[in-house]
């Protein structure tokens, strides 16, 4: 059977048992993973696997139930399972099918380009590019160890029916390589890492090219030291800056707007970053590490802002948030095999600076360059704002020396209306951000 003609049995199945409405996921997943270490191979692993996930409604109850056992027999059990738990389930006057006015009119999933045409390379030809990302590493000076180089390729491919009449699906191909590498001898080593993933691997950076970054990356950060306490302008480098901007993104999201658990709950049409500045969504980017014809309920995807002008425009929603909050979805409903739609964002933009991360760190005077967090401490309702960083000390506006185990703390309503990019963002991350400069922030050992 068909991926589709899967998703239309146990629709039909859960209908028999007596289910009012029902929607499939239909997954299918195929990967090949090597890594290598010391120019030998240390890892390596292909799999393959196809799973479903149906969502059984009885009124305002809902089950989910998934089996990557797909014949006749075990899609009918499914759907007999699925209903009787949704039997038992707490009524939600908010869980749903979109309505059929909602869905369709997406976009050719083939004008995404999401599918490389090219042949998957063998596993030889992939073992042979680690090497080289390795030996790239290696050969810059300070670096003592790689600690794995690998390399990976995978299709999968996605399909979604329901029983409002909506039918689709869509494939996409990942060929990513990373490197970690090791710098310094004994105590005083450090570890640093540089990886890339595109659609296409004609898109993809060298395997060198990767590697010395990530060599690059680990021999800069030898020798750190304390960095001092107190008040500091900070900039979140390229690397880390996305992470600054889905604590906003997690803040717009219907889940916690809807539980009133957000600390911009009452902030809609209000000023949350400085004038000028947008973040804006868009599923419907040629290649994007995230694009998407139609969200997991089958609402068609566009681009759509999420503030513009520094004002706050809109939540983030799937069909049963909206419905919760009085408002139309957003189509932006995402979806494993063993759980209902919640909402999440595709390719997210934010407003690039005019200036360079050169320019920022010049401008900047004393303060702190932040190029990896670790741990968080972070409330939702009121965005208070604590994480662990390293990176590096900047005096006279120049970089000083490396810092570790550091604390950088402040409030995110504060921080988002200081926020001063820069013009480096990658456009082929999923959140991409340029290195982004945020005043007033309390740094700590």
């Known amino acids: 059977m068909t991926d589709l003609e899967i998703a239309e049995r146990l629709i039909e199945a859960a209908k028999a048992h007596g289910a009012d409405a029902a ?26 696997a196809r799973e479903a996930g149906l969502r059984a409604l009885i009124g305002g109850r809902q089950a989910c139930v998934s089996s990557s056992v797909l014949d006749s027999p075990a899609l009918d059990a499914m759907a007999a399972r699925a209903v009787a738990l949704a039997r038992e389930a707490p009524e939600d006057p908010n869980a749903g099918l979109a ?11 083939a004008t995404l380009d999401l599918v490389d045409g090219a042949e998957p390379l063998p596993p030889e030809t992939l073992e042979e590019m680690a090497c080289s990302a390795e030996a790239a590493a290696l050969a810059v000076q300070g670096v003592t160890q790689v600690e794995q180089a690998s390399v990976s390729q995978g299709r999968t491919e996605v399909t979604v029916a329901a029983s409002n009449g909506f039918h689709g699906g869509y494939a996409r191909t990942i060929t990513g390589l990373g490197v970690s590498a090791i710098a310094g001898e004994g105590l005083g080593r450090e570890r640093d890492f540089a990886g890339e993933s595109r659609h296409h691997r004609g898109d993809l950076p060298s395997p060198e090219w990767i590697g010395n970054r990530a060599a690059e990356r680990a021999v800069a950060a030898l020798g750190p030291r304390k960095a001092p306490a107190g008040a500091f302008p900070v900039l979140y480098d390229e690397r880390v800056a996305a992470g600054l901007v889905m604590h ?15 600390w911009l709950i ?22 994007g ?30 069909c049963a948030t909206a419905r919760k909050l009085g408002q139309e979805t957003t189509g932006n409903a995402r979806r494993g095999t063993v759980a209902p739609p919640s909402p999440g964002t595709s390719n997210v933009r934010i407003t690039q600076g005019p200036q360079s991360r050169d320019d920022l760190i010049r401008d900047m005077g004393t303060g702190l ?47 988002m209306k200081t926020l001063v990019p820069a013009n480096d963002a990658d456009p082929n991350r999923g959140v991409s951000a340029p290195s982004i400069l945020v005043e007033g922030l309390v740094i700590g050992a």
């Open 369 to 415: 360059i932040v190029t990896s967090m670790i741990g968080s401490s972070i409330s939702p309702t009121t965005g208070s704002y604590s994480r662990g960083a390293s990176g590096f000390w900047v005096e006279g506006g120049e970089i000083a020396y490396p810092v570790n185990e550091i604390t950088v703390a402040g409030s995110l309503p504060e921080m």
């Open 248 to 262: 906003l993104l997690s803040a717009v999201n219907g889940g916690p707007v809807a539980r009133g658990a957000s």
């Open 99 to 109: 309505e059929a006015a909602q869905i369709g009119g997406h976009q050719d999933p």
């Open 289 to 318: 590490s995230a694009s998407r014809p139609f969200d997991a309920e089958g609402i068609a995807s566009r681009p759509r802002p999420i503030v513009e002008g520094g004002v706050l425009q809109r939540w983030v929603l799937d």
């Open 23 to 48: 929607d499939v996921i239909v997954m299918g997943e195929s990967s090949v993973a090597i890594g290598v270490s010391g120019g030998e191979l240390e890892e390596a692993e292909r799999s393959e």
């Open 266 to 287: 009452d902030k809609m049409g209000a000023q949350v970053l400085p004038d000028g500045l947008a973040i804006w969504e868009d599923p419907l980017i040629v290649r």
